[in-house]
């Protein structure tokens, strides 16, 4: 294996790592790290002389990109079973047999003393809410905000939904205007964002992209949250405000891996503790 794929033009020890990651696709295709299409794309840049950096970044974006499906099956799981009647403790409870079928950890759970994996917001509240007892009512905004670490990589994201019972959202969106422009501005300031995270730009770009959207649709920007980058750790940089600050910020590289994080309100945008700290 050593000669075919060339490992020792890179070093022993990146050397060692894929040679695990071969030894174990070779065991099990279903949970390794690399697909078989990573692995062939891998040997060929050893087999062309790739530099070590290069060789680290193409591994790190194929891992990000499996973390992100992971975790998006786990978000459309919960996702689904929001409704009427539940409490936030139930949603817990469900992510919680989510994490661990799926051989992940909760990224959230005990860091910074938190308590839970999950962080739930109901209606008015923003972020950082803990799961309670509180029962969720039909018609409610349910914002769920989670993360998982995989294979040593830490993902971050957030859905919202609306608990609907024998009422269709179409029908809920018609007699709620004002929430239905709330969950479509913000959807769509999240994807001009994305639009905007690419090599070459930079990272004030996202922020003008997100705050533009959300201005045209007559809403407010809660400006003191922000996105971030994702990946080795939980939080790392850069902030992503989601408005313009004035400045460029820092020049968007290729491999880098954000957590875009548009946070709306329909009025007053400023923050008030609930008392828990967090």
């Not at 790739?50 to 790190?60: D, F, G, K, P, T």
Request: charged share 25%; proline share 3%.
């Amino acid at each position: 294996l050593m000669k075919n794929y060339k490992l020792e033009l890179i070093g022993e020890d990146i050397a060692t790592c894929l040679l695990s990651e071969i030894i174990q696709k070779t065991k099990n295709f279903k949970t390794a790290n690399l697909t078989p299409r990573t692995l062939l794309t891998t040997s060929r840049l050893i087999s062309l002389g790739a530099r070590r950096e290069e060789i680290i970044n193409h591994l790190y974006r194929s891992r990000s990109i499996s973390s992100l499906k992971l975790w998006g099956k786990i978000l459309n799981n919960l996702k689904k079973s929001i409704r009427p009647g539940m409490t936030t403790n139930d949603i817990e409870k469900l992510a919680n047999e989510l994490i661990s079928f799926y051989g992940v950890k909760p990224a959230f759970l005990n860091y910074g003393g938190y308590p839970s994996s999950l962080c739930i917001s109901i209606n008015e509240e923003a972020v950082h809410c803990l799961p309670s007892e509180r029962r969720i009512n039909n018609g409610d905004l349910v914002s769920v905000d989670a993360g998982i670490i995989f294979k040593n990589f830490y993902l971050d994201a957030a859905i919202t939904v609306v608990a609907l019972g024998e009422i269709d959202y179409k029908a809920w969106a018609k007699i709620n205007h004002d929430k239905d422009n709330l969950l479509k501005a913000t959807r769509k300031a999240l994807e001009n964002g994305i639009l905007e995270a690419r090599p070459g730009n930079t990272i004030g770009d996202i922020s003008k992209a997100v705050e533009a959207t959300v201005k045209d649709a007559g809403l407010f920007v809660v400006r003191e949250l922000t996105g971030h980058g994702v990946g080795r750790d939980l939080h790392e940089e850069p902030q992503i405000y989601n408005f313009s600050s004035g400045e460029k910020g820092a020049k968007i590289k290729e491999g880098m891996v954000f957590a875009i994080e548009p946070i709306v309100s329909l009025g007053n945008w400023r923050l008030k503790n609930s008392g828990d700290n967090f």
